[in-house]
């Protein structure tokens, strides 16, 4: 546990670590299930059908689909931007359907959210940026001026701190968002589509930080569309098509072989 542990009152979601030491009794357990979920922001529609997923602590998972098949809307359920119609999503354990609303900033804790917009303030310094993000937790100025230097070291910018942040490049900028999501040491990184608005060989940049990051302890869901970055690796994909997931393999090896699988037994009925 960190500083958290001095907070004062009730802590009615606790404060899970990146590296599974940190949380010894947990490390055994799948870090999120879903189980039969679905969202409707539609009546009628589903956004998300059934949706049954487990990842495993320490994975490094894809989540991919074309335009409107629920990657976001499926991360935005993880963190609690949107509550499940009907399902169960399981978090280090905890039923994060059934958090109350005073919760959620506990939950998020556990988080690290990159946008494919950065979010980040561009008149801010890019300290501050990271900064913020230790803020809930209440930590000795001293303490957050090591945390946030270690993450701007982890993402390649040493020393850039004092910059004005709109300064930067998209590619830095995009670094700065993904220190933001580290320097809390969270157990789960959402990114949804973080690599949309760069360049190719920064798309790749970008993936290579999120696998570092990944190989220290913390568990990473990528949403992307972009098949030619997911070709790139040899990570789980998670395939969403209507709001189902119809894939969940590991690396295009296995989407290779389940397509000529297909093909064979096609071939074999003559259709
Ligand atoms: N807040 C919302 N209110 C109403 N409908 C929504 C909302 N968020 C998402 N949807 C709908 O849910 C569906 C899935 O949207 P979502 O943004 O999750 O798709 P996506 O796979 O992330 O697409 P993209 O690749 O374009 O980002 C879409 O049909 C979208 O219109
Ligand atoms: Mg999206």
Same mark, same amino acid.
């Given at each position: 546990m960190t500083g958290s542990s001095r907070d004062s009152g009730v802590r009615p979601f606790p404060f899970f670590r990146a590296g599974a030491q940190a949380h010894a009794g947990e490390s055994? *357990? %799948?870090?999120l299930v879903l189980e039969d979920v679905y969202k409707y922001f539609r009546r009628d529609v589903p =956004?998300?059908?059934a949706v049954n997923l487990t990842i495993e602590r320490g994975e490094f998972v894809f989540v991919t689909g074309a335009s409107g098949a629920g990657k976001s809307t499926l991360l935005q359920l993880i963190y609690r931007k949107h509550t499940v119609d009907q399902g169960r999503i399981s978090f280090c354990g905890r &039923?994060?359907? *059934?958090? +109350?609303s005073s919760s959620i900033p506990y939950l998020r804790r556990n988080l690290g959210i990159v946008f494919q917009d950065f979010? @980040? @303030?561009?008149?801010? +310094?890019v300290f501050d940026n990271v900064a913020v993000a230790l803020?809930?937790? &209440?930590?000795p100025q001293r303490l957050v001026r090591a945390r946030v230097a270690e993450a701007l070291e982890r993402v /390649?910018?040493? /020393? *850039? /701190? %004092?910059? *004005? =942040? #709109? &300064?930067? #490049?998209g590619g830095e900028q995009q670094r700065v968002a993904v220190a933001r999501a580290i320097v809390t040491e969270p157990a789960l990184i959402l990114a949804d589509e %973080? =690599?949309?608005?760069? &360049?190719p060989h920064l798309a790749i940049d970008i993936l290579t930080l999120f696998e570092e990051i990944n190989a220290s302890g913390s568990t990473v869901l990528f949403a992307t569309h972009d098949h030619s970055l997911i070709a790139k690796r040899d990570h789980r994909i998670i395939s969403l098509d209507d709001g189902r997931v119809v894939e969940s393999r590991t690396g295009l090896g296995g989407w290779h072989a389940a397509a000529q699988a297909a093909m064979a037994a096609r071939a074999a009925i003559g259709a």
């Open positions: 055994h *357990r %799948p870090i =956004t998300l059908k &039923d994060i359907a *059934r958090l +109350s979010q @980040i @303030i561009e008149h801010w +310094s803020e809930i937790l &209440d930590m /390649g910018l040493a /020393g *850039r /701190g %004092p910059e *004005r =942040t #709109s &300064d930067l #490049s %973080p =690599t949309g608005n760069l &360049d």
